[in-house]
């Protein structure tokens, strides 16, 4: 794949330089070679009690992370796969303290040493989904905190604290409700323009949390959610590239398997309730748990924790349709939560450019370092490895780098296009075979050499007559695109090479 030799020349040119450099730069280097080697890292934002974790714990299929009072919930936490399964806590002071899991397989309620002291907690778990994904769960942003009338200073802070893990992370799922403060959009710009500078932009994505607590109780409130989510992708077009909406619990409860036969039993004999009787219950989480039922007040208690009203009356609808064991009715819960939109944008939208966002921001680090003062740096070492840096940027291997930005451009909305042109620059940047990335049929270079011609003198004529200079600079971009794959597409299919020179 295209994108891994990306990271591979950027890492062979990383590891000609460790060794040669004195700390702290050899550390930064090496640092850097993991990072290129390691999984991408979505970040989790959003205000507090937005539904940060209980997403977290919906993708991870696993109850690992709090969702209620626990001293966790105000520090960063990064979900990593590793084995044994075990909790670091990363200290500010550069120190590690390892902690236990609770016996029921979540973060600690508790903290051995003061919160205060703690930068990270690192949570290595055995589970796959990690193995694509690092998952960073954040403290919540925003004023709408216990300390409400807090000092900005303070406010300023906590905000600083979370874009500081979005800074290192190459994609973010950004919480929204139905609500958006003030202080949640201006979040939304900070990580928009910080992006900008990390090399990490485009890439954020809005989840629409809590969608079962829309409206008013007469119209579904998931129809509202999504209506509510398309006005959001419009209003936050600049800062997200779309909005989805989510019943986080509901994804969570059918994820991590929380729900038992037991849980299915008592729905069971809920929906066997004449409606009556069982209706009066649904009107309140009180009424749910004190009124009159033929199941045990702590069990249905239980079910309001793992569903909400919206999630039982649901599941009973799903009761009655024929669902019977706890498997099916997780199953329905899943696709009711939305959550597999979800776990589609962070596929679509972050994996497929994850290793180009990765080297971008790594070049530029590079770059910098390049010009660091440090003592004992050899000036000639550093020189070596500007140059290498320049060099490797014009190489054709990058040029997807400048493809991304380019579309950052146009998605940010500091560069417009006409329609068909902007088709053209998506179609280039997602990641499909180079007939795919034409728009002409597969096995045909002829139609792809013509395709890469037109689409060339297209661009050149939109550049003379009417590009301003934003415009212009992205149309040198898809030209060079068009060129190489104008170049690809006359190069003999390598079988061709093979066979003209007699081997198998
Ligand atoms: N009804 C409903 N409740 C939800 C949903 N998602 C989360 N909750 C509840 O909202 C509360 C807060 O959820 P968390 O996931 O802890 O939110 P958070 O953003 O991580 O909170 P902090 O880390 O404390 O900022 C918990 O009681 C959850 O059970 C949802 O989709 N629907
Ligand atoms: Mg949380």
Known sequence: MPASVLIERVAALVEEFVGRLPDPLDHDLK???????????????????????????????????????????????????GYPQRIVLEMKDGSEVQVQMSTSGMLPDELPVPADGVATIQAYLTNDILKDLILIDTPGIGSVHEEY???????????????????????????????????EH??????????????SAANTVGVLSKADQLGDGEQDPWQIAVELATRY?????????????????????????????????????????????????LWSPDRFVEGEAPVPSQARERLLEMMDLYGIEKALGFVRAGASTATELRQQLATLSGISDIR?????????????????????????????????????????????VEELRIDPVIHPVAEIEAWHAICTGKVSLPPSLAADLQRLITPMSL?????????????????????????????????????????????????????AAAEPPIASIHSSNGNP
Not at 57 to 76: H, I, K
Not at 360 to 387: F, K
Request: aromatic residues 4%.
């Open 233 to 281: 992708s419009e209003r936050f077009n600049a800062e997200v590239s779309t909005v989805v909406p989510v019943i986080g619990l509901l994804a969570e409860t059918a994820e991590a398997a929380t729900l038992t036969e037991m849980d299915a039993k008592h729905l069971a004999t809920l929906a066997a309730m004449d409606l009556a009787t069982l209706d009066p219950l």
């Open 31 to 81: 640092t850097l070679l993991t990072r290129l080697r390691e999984p991408m890292r979505v970040a989790v934002v959003g205000k507090v009690k937005a539904g940060k974790s209980t997403i977290v714990n919906a993708l991870l299929g696993q109850r690992v992370a709090p969702t209620d009072v626990s001293e966790c919930t105000r520090l960063v936490t990064w979900f990593r796969y």
């Open 435 to 487: 007939a795919a990335r034409l728009g002409v049929p597969e096995g045909d270079p002829v139609a792809a050499r013509e395709a890469a011609v037109a689409a060339m003198s297209r661009w050149r004529a939109f550049m003379v007559s009417e590009a301003d200079p934003g415009q212009a600079s992205v149309a040198r971009v898809v030209l060079r695109s068009f060129q190489l794959a104008h170049a």
């Open 344 to 388: 589609h944008v962070i596929s679509s939208l972050f994996n497929a450019q994850d290793d180009v966002l990765k080297v971008r921001s790594v070049l530029d680090l590079l770059n910098r370092m390049s010009y660091q003062r440090v003592p004992g740096a050899d000036a000639a070492v550093l020189q070596q490895l500007r140059s290498k």
């Open 186 to 199: 201006q979040a939304l710009q900070m990580l928009a323009s910080g992006a900008e500078e990390s090399g």
């Open 149 to 183: 009338s807090m000092a900005t200073e303070e406010l300023l802070a906590l905000t600083a604290k979370s874009t500081a893990a979005t800074a290192q992370a190459d994609a973010v799922v950004f919480l929204l409700n139905q609500v958006v403060m003030e202080d």
